[in-house]
T-cell receptor, first 115, second 110 residues
Framework: EAGVAQSPRYKIIEKRQSVAFWCNPISGHATLYWYQQILGQGPKLLIQFQNNGVVDDSQLPKDRFSAERLKGVDSTLKIQPAKLEDSAVYLC?????????????FGPGTRLTVT | DQQVKQNSPSLSVQEGRISILNCDYTNSMFDYFLWYKKYPAEGPTFLIS?????DKNEDGRFTVFLNKSAKHLSLHIVPSQPGDSAVYFC?????????FGTGTSLTVIP
């Protein structure tokens, strides 16, 4: 079974530029998550999708971050414009269901450096 | 607002001995607690979970204990193996929200 795929693996941009990350979840997983992990901290949930609908985006900085999951499969996370404090690893995860009863499978992450 | 705390940044244990990783939380409404293991340059991998209605869950060498009155959970690894060396994250779930601790780096010394 293929795991969660993410691209790119690494990205370096200057502040005020825009960037997009892509995630392909495990086939059949209805729930998709995007997390931000800043160095030295644990992952922080940004947004959760159930199929192609947003379940929770309360911790997404909506003035600069956006995400979509068209057709309920792949997802993209965009930052525009980027700030220095956005430097982090962005993790995508998927699961069969939305609660803690379901195991989340994580991708390898995209390491973003904003200079 | 840190709802899940892992107060020990690192832990070293001899191979074959028990590793005990601790986690404290503040929200009594959490439904599930989960442990993830992370190797460098990889995403976290699920290890074991426990429902808030239980106080113990065991899976092979891994056991999680939940003490709701103390708002504390712990992960026991017995016996510890060098391949267990990784960062361990504690996480908690309430509704649609998941909160992770800052992680404990475990080193198992051969």
């Amino acid at each position: 079974e293929a795991g969660v795929a993410q691209s790119p693996r690494y990205k370096i941009i200057e502040k005020r530029q825009s960037v997009a990350f892509w995630c392909n979840p495990i086939s059949g997983h209805a729930t998709l998550y995007w997390y931000q992990q800043i160095l030295g901290q644990g992952p922080k949930l940004l947004i959760q999708f159930q199929n192609n609908g947003v379940v929770d985006d309360s911790q997404l900085p909506k003035d600069r971050f956006s995400a979509e999951r068209l057709k309920g499969v792949d997802s993209t996370l965009k930052i525009q414009p980027a700030k220095l404090e956005d430097s982090a690893v962005y993790l995508c995860a998927s699961s069969f269901g939305a609660s803690g009863a379901y195991e989340q499978y994580f991708g390898p992450g995209t390491r973003l450096t904003v200079t | 607002d840190q709802q899940v705390k892992q107060n020990s940044p690192s832990l070293s244990v001899q191979e074959g001995r028990i590793s005990i990783l601790n986690c404290d939380y503040t929200n009594s409404m959490f439904d599930y607690f989960l442990w993830y293991k992370k190797y460098p340059a990889e995403g976290p991998t699920f290890l074991i979970s426990i429902s808030s209605i239980k106080d113990k869950n065991e899976d092979g060498r891994f056991t999680v204990f939940l003490n709701k009155s103390a708002k504390h959970l712990s992960l026991h690894i017995v016996p510890s193996q060098p391949g267990d060396s990784a960062v361990y994250f504690c996480a908690a779930n309430a509704g649609n929200q998941f909160y992770f601790g800052t992680g404990t780096s475990l080193t198992v010394i051969p």
